[in-house]
């Protein structure tokens, strides 16, 4: 594309990218200056141009010009970058039915559901914590919500390769960093909202006036779904912008879910919508993915698909890896691994743990916390956990520069009561702990990781077999005793 296609009287040069970061930057590519947490991009012009960057786009004075090099000067480059991106990549959102979640917990789970009931009328595609996944094409991601270039690109080849609608995950660091800001919306879905990352946003009031941008900036005629049950729902929906329909349990809402019939295998319950009833049975286990389950109903129902049709396919809801996933190898105790790693997130998977063991049957509970994250939540995990464990295993989470027994102890300062807690750093081995002491009817919860197979050290980022792998594999070799196919 030309710069005079992007910027009035600029010159006629082509321009064959946009790069916000100086060192992917390719020959005749455009780069934005963008003001960081750790560093600011105008730093970076010198370098920029080195690798062919020949427009610059910056908001700061520059104190020396380079030869046969474009800049120009915006208000506000994050502003500026999204404008353009919307321009380079020719609108991509506009041409798709665009389903943004956001909230502390659940959004993968959401996002999932509505990749997954969505196919069955039209290719959707999905961008979240767990893959980039349209058509034929899956991908690792690097975050949640892809920074702002590369999201809008990909929704191009989404486009470009016929998905219709998107599920996209968005995180409050991506709604705070303006990664979604060239995104137009459809349906904007609300979960809940409880602690967490404050060490990114600092206060609980920022944490959920970011998340609160979603539905705020929302065109006139975009739908929020929202969690009527939730706390903050009032407050939430007092700032929405356009239409706002809302789902729930426990108070009076356009997707009312009632009489709920829960088990370790299936789920059931009484949906009413607009004075009609429907049956419900979902192979979605746990009161937390009724809710879930809600969101994603009300969400594809509001963006014009028949209720009827849409319940034709929520009783085969395809498993979210490291969501709830349960191991069954055979041995006669539960095993669970789950991604829970906020203390709502945990409290929600202990009351289900709860609810399928046998009052005189234990729970196992293996977990740490992230190093060099939200430092606040590690007693809590610990009081939370010994409310309802009966043996806590501590272990290794993404402990980065941190010292994994350091973090053990501010969990187990939080324990209270007669929960027995015990440290074993190598996860694999607090896992093993947890399986062979497991006895008959009990529950094993292996949670904070899901289905991640990396583990963030001192060193970076390096593999780790996975909580699922791992499970299955210390059941059969130690546990049953038999070899591995
Ligand atoms: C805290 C955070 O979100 N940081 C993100 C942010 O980094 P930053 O503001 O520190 O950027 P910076 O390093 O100061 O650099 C400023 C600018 O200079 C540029 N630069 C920098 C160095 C250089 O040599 N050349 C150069 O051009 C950078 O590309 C950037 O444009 O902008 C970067 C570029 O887009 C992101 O990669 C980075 O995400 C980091 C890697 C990250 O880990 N983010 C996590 C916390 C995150 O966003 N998580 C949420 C989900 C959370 C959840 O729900 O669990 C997510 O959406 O993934
Ligand atoms: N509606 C919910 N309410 C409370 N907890 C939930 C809910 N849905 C899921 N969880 C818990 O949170 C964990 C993470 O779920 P999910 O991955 O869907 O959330 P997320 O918001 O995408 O999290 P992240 O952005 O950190 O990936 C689950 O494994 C489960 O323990």
């Given at each position: ?20 970061d ?6 005749n ?8 947490i750790m ?15 020949k ?6 004075d520059?104190k ?19 404008q ?8 991509p ?6 389903f ?5 917990n ?10 997954d ?6 290719p ?7 893959s980039i ?17 590369f999201?809008?690109r ?15 995950e ?11 800001d060239?995104?137009?919306?459809d ?26 941008k ?8 975009g ?24 789902y ?19 789920s ?18 746990a ?6 389950l ?9 963006s ?15 498993q ?7 191991i069954?190898?055979?041995?006669p ?5 789950d ?80 929960a027995r ?50 499970a299955?594999?210390?059941i059969?070799?130690y ?7």
């Open positions: 594309m030309k710069l005079s296609e992007i910027f009035k009287d600029a010159p006629d040069i082509e321009v064959s990218g946009l790069y916000t100086s060192r992917s930057v390719k020959e590519g455009m780069f934005f200056c963008l003001d960081g560093t600011n991009g105008h730093k970076f012009i010198k370098q920029a141009v080195k690798k062919g960057a427009t610059i786009v910056h908001s700061e520059i020396t010009f380079l030869d046969d090099v474009v800049y120009i000067k915006v208000e506000n480059v994050d502003t500026a970058l999204n353009v991106i919307n321009k380079f990549y020719h609108y959102s506009e041409e798709l039915k665009v943004g979640v956001t909230g502390t659940g959004k993968s789970t959401v996002t999932n559901i509505i990749k009931i969505y196919d069955h009328f039209a959707c595609g999905y961008i979240g914590t767990i996944e349209y058509k034929n094409v899956k991908m690792q991601p690097n975050l949640t919500t892809p920074d702002a270039i999201l809008n990909t929704l191009r080849d989404m486009v470009d390769d016929g998905v219709k609608a998107v599920a996209l968005v995180s409050s660091h991506g709604l705070e960093q303006h990664r979604v060239a995104i137009d919306f349906i904007a879905v609300f979960t809940n909202f409880t602690y967490d990352h404050l060490d990114f946003h600092g206060t609980i009031e920022n944490y959920f006036h970011a998340k609160s979603l539905f705020s900036n929302l065109k006139e005629d739908i929020s779904v929202l969690n009527v049950d939730d706390p903050k729902y009032t407050e939430l929906a007092n700032v929405c912008h356009g239409k706002v329909v809302t729930g349990i426990h108070h009076e809402c356009d997707y009312l879910a009632k009489n709920l019939h829960l088990s370790m295998k299936e059931s319950f009484t949906l009413v919508h607009k004075d009609k009833v429907y049956p419900v049975t979902t192979n979605l286990v009161e937390y993915n009724i809710y879930n809600l969101a994603a109903i009300a969400a594809i129902v509001e014009g698909i028949e209720i009827e049709e849409v319940l034709k396919y929520v009783g085969t809801i395809d979210i890896e490291g969501r709830l996933e349960i069954d190898e055979g041995q105790f539960n095993v669970i691994v991604f829970a790693h906020t203390p709502d997130g945990l409290e929600k998977i202990f009351q289900f743990a709860t609810s399928i063991t046998p009052e005189d049957s234990s729970i196992i509970a293996v977990f740490g916390s992230a190093g060099r994250r939200d430092v606040d939540k590690r007693k809590v995990f610990g009081e939370v956990a010994s409310k309802f464990c009966d043996t806590i295993i501590l272990t290794e989470d993404d402990p980065r520069d941190e010292d994994p027994r350091e973090i053990a102890n501010q969990i187990k300062s939080g324990i209270q009561g007669d807690s015990i440290y074993i750093e190598d996860r694999y081995g607090a896992i093993r702990q947890a399986i062979e002491q497991a006895n008959p009817n009990d529950t094993v919860l292996v949670l904070g990781k899901g289905d991640e197979v990396f583990m963030y050290r001192e060193e970076g980022r390096s593999p780790w077999v996975g909580d699922h792998n791992a299955r594999e210390i059969r070799r546990y049953l005793g038999s070899s591995i196919s």
